[in-house]
DNA sequence: TGTGTAATGTTATAATATAACATCAAAATA
DNA sequence: TATTTTGATGTTATATTATAACATTACACA
């Protein structure tokens, strides 16, 4: 089942902080350390609740002091193992994961007009993909599903525009 | 269905003249030009059967003379237009279509360990992740699916070894 | 032959990402 | 508590991927 979770305006400091208290509950649970940086960098994320790529996150983060690329990737990478965010291939960004108590395939719509991004975890796509794959003998470890076109609001703007 | 064509050493020679071909047919009937550099990047690119980037595109050209990375990425983008080859987001690499004659989604099975690369072009595959996505009221466009893990062969051996 | 358009050349630089090594902080252990 | 070990971060430099902007050339067609 999808969550029904709706981040608007209103409810985003609501959201950013769930987010943020799942990822210290989850990171206290398998003894890894969500540093200051790393914490820092996840609610970087969280606050545009969009894909955000790492130099945008460098920049700011450096409007609090010198900061250089690797301390982010480091971040990223750190985030990414844990499950907190996901990486998405074909925008080169970074967003972050909505349902990282347990480790799962998503797929991405992203949104072509308002670069906004939703994640779906449909556990159909994922089989088929599996079965289609080790149908040809290819054993599947990882899939990457990104879905560029029109969120719903924006689609309608389309469509009436032109 | 899926296309059986297998490239091996021996067929090799006749699996890029065959694509070349193709691509030659295609590019006279739809009044675009397949000029020599398109198809000499299209030709590299069949040369190795599998991802290359294009900065190693842009070393083979090199050795003929002077070319800069503009004069690749110009290529790549025509071919990947007219769907004579793909791109791997998450290689950032390009790679052949075998059958470019219509356009299509693909899906990927990229090895982990020998980097070879499978192309399905499964309707169910696609069909699925477009009803999924309509589902959630995102009006779908294009599909990036691709598939890290292990081809038949490797994972043998992956099985074996460890 | 001119004239417009598409393709390519050329230079510079943007954007994304990592290697390599130094330093520092925390946790684990004696 | 001092020691050791490990993991995290700082720092510098550079690799890799990609594009902007403008000049020049080749081709298609009037």
Same mark, same amino acid.
């Given at each position: 089942?999808?969550?029904?979770?709706?981040?608007?305006?209103?409810?985003?400091?609501?959201?950013?902080?769930?987010?943020?208290?799942? $990822?210290?509950?989850?990171?206290?649970?398998?003894?890894?350390? @969500?540093?200051?940086?790393?914490? /820092?960098? !996840?609610?970087? =994320?969280?606050?545009?609740?969009?894909?955000?790529?790492?130099?945008?996150l460098l920049e700011q983060l450096q409007q609090q002091g010198r900061v250089a690329?690797?301390?982010?990737?480091?971040?990223?990478?750190?985030?990414?193992?844990?499950?907190?965010?996901?990486?998405?291939?074909?925008?080169?960004?970074?967003?972050?994961? $909505?349902?990282?108590?347990?480790?799962?395939?998503?797929?991405? @719509?992203?949104?072509?007009?308002? /670069?906004? !991004?939703?994640? =779906?975890?449909?556990?159909?796509?994922?089989?088929?993909?599996?079965?289609?794959?080790?149908?040809?003998?290819?054993?599947?470890?990882?899939?990457?599903?990104?879905?560029?076109?029109?969120?719903?609001?924006?689609?309608?703007?389309?469509?009436?525009?032109?």
């Open positions: 089942m999808q969550d029904p979770f709706v981040c608007t305006p209103v409810s985003h400091h609501h959201c950013i902080s769930s987010a943020l208290d799942k $990822a210290e509950t989850l990171c206290r649970s398998r003894n890894v350390r @969500l540093t200051p940086i790393r914490h /820092r960098v !996840l609610e970087l =994320i969280w606050q545009q609740h969009r894909p955000v790529g790492a130099y945008d690329p690797p301390t982010v990737y480091r971040a990223l990478d750190f985030l990414q193992q844990q499950g907190l965010i996901h990486r998405l291939e074909s925008l080169n960004a970074f967003v972050g994961c $909505a349902h990282p108590q347990h480790p799962h395939q998503g797929q991405f @719509l992203i949104c072509k007009s308002c /670069r906004s !991004l939703v994640e =779906i975890t449909d556990p159909e796509i994922s089989t088929v993909i599996n079965n289609r794959a080790e149908a040809v003998g290819f054993k599947p470890l990882n899939q990457t599903v990104e879905v560029s076109g029109f969120c719903a609001g924006c689609w309608q703007k389309e469509q009436t525009n032109g």
